[in-house]
């Protein structure tokens, strides 16, 4: 009675952390504007970490922001805003990190920032200035295009627009692939006899035509054949 083998299965490869920040970019490649205010729109923290938060969980990622010490400066400032009025108030700055790591394999990634925040309060100038940084730091990482519009509708768009270019492609793929059979058929005398140079059949040539995924190679092996690079039996 013969041993049965057994199936070796061969590791599953582990992602880099910058892998696995390029995939986490994918959940928020393009928001929808939500919040508002001084006359501007923007994307809400909350709505970005909402979006990336269950993904961080799952790869087992942690961001930190962190305040490089001895960079935290306040200072007190009056001028006149825009109705007449003098105001006083109070800024902070501060000279900011963020660092992704990742708990598994504990590869880091560390980024200078900056934190800038001014209200009537050190404490509010301070928070404010946190989730300022916080939310520009994460827009700005993902290159997260906003928008005023549905970007589920946006992203149906992008996806409609990239299948035209693949059609597109195909089609000039297509076309050359057709001229080239023609020569060749010319040439060999005959269909079958192109066929046969290919290794393939009438039935096989045409599924090969049609699929986007085999016809650059199809183009590929009829343009050898043209240059003489295929033995070819008489």
Do not use: C
């Amino acid at each position: 009675m013969s041993e049965k083998k057994e199936e070796i299965k061969e590791p599953k490869k582990t992602k880099s952390l910058k892998e696995k920040l390029l995939d986490l970019k994918s959940k928020v490649a393009i928001m929808k504007e939500d919040g508002n205010g001084y006359g501007y729109t923007y994307v809400t923290e909350e709505s970005i970490l909402l979006q990336i938060n269950d993904e961080m969980t799952k790869n087992k990622l942690k961001l930190t922001p962190s305040i490089v010490p001895g960079t935290l400066h306040t200072e007190t400032i009056t001028y006149t805003n825009s109705k007449g009025k003098q105001v006083t108030d109070v800024l902070v700055t501060a000279e900011m990190k963020f660092t992704w790591e990742d708990i598994k394999s504990g590869e880091k990634e560390t980024i200078d920032w900056l934190l800038v925040g001014q209200q009537d309060d050190a404490s509010k100038a301070f928070g404010g200035g946190l989730t300022y940084a916080n939310r520009y730091f994460l827009t700005k990482y993902f290159n997260i295009a906003t928008s005023k519009d549905d970007p589920d509708a946006i992203r149906s768009k992008m996806e409609a627009e990239e299948e035209a270019k693949v059609k597109r492609k195909l089609t000039a793929t297509q076309t050359k692939i057709k001229k080239l059979f023609a020569m060749l058929v010319q040439i060999y005398q005959g269909k079958n006899k192109v066929y046969e140079i290919l290794g393939t059949t009438k039935e096989q040539f045409m599924k090969d035509y049609e699929d986007e995924t085999k016809a650059d190679t199809l183009l590929e092996q009829l343009e050898l054949i043209k240059k003489g690079d295929v033995d070819v039996k008489s």
